[in-house]
C-alpha cells in the first residue's frame, strides 16, 4: 500500500484483518520489552507499518460498503 512496499506488491501483507491485528498486537509486546537487539527493532517498526496501512485499507473498505449498503436502502424505501 505504501511506496516502500515494493518487496510485498505481489503477495498480501496479511491474509485477512484479524491476522494483521494479532501480529501488530504481537509485535507491540516485542517491542515493550527492554532487551529487544536495535536491527530487530527497525524490522519489527517497518513490518508492523505495513500491517497498520493494511488494516487502514480494510477499515476504508469496509465503510465504503457500509455507505454503499445504506444509501442503497435509502433508495429501496
Not at 515494493?6 to 517491542?31: D, F, K, M, R
Amino acid at each position: 500500500m505504501t511506496p516502500t512496499d515494493q518487496s510485498t506488491s505481489t503477495s498480501p501483507v496479511a491474509a485477512g484483518y484479524a491476522e494483521a491485528l494479532a501480529e501488530l498486537e504481537g509485535i507491540l509486546a516485542e517491542l515493550e520489552r527492554t532487551d529487544v537487539d536495535v536491527d530487530v527493532l527497525a524490522e519489527r517498526v517497518k513490518r508492523a507499518v505495513e500491517l497498520i496501512g493494511f488494516c487502514r485499507a480494510r477499515i476504508g473498505n469496509a465503510r465504503l460498503q457500509i455507505e454503499q449498503v445504506v444509501a442503497d436502502l435509502g433508495t429501496d424505501g
